[in-house]
């Protein structure tokens, strides 16, 4: 990773998942993506910030239970 942004298998690592599913989240939209020379790019910020929005959903149904 170089100046925040990811690639793929990058992501996969970060988030302990398989690259297959990256891509699926990807062409799913739930990750923003730039394709660059042919290779998808990530920003880190926005898995980060992804990560976090979905945790805080979590914790309120949590909460509401």
Given at each position: ?65
């Amino acid at each position: 990773m170089s100046n925040g942004i990811m690639s793929i298998k990058e992501v996969a690592n970060y988030l302990k998942i398989k690259e297959q599913t990256v891509y699926r989240l990807v062409q799913q939209g739930k990750i923003p993506a730039l394709k660059i020379g042919g290779q998808w790019k990530i920003k880190k910020e926005h898995i980060d910030r992804l990560f976090d929005e979905i945790l805080a959903e979590k914790l309120k149904e949590i909460k509401k239970k």
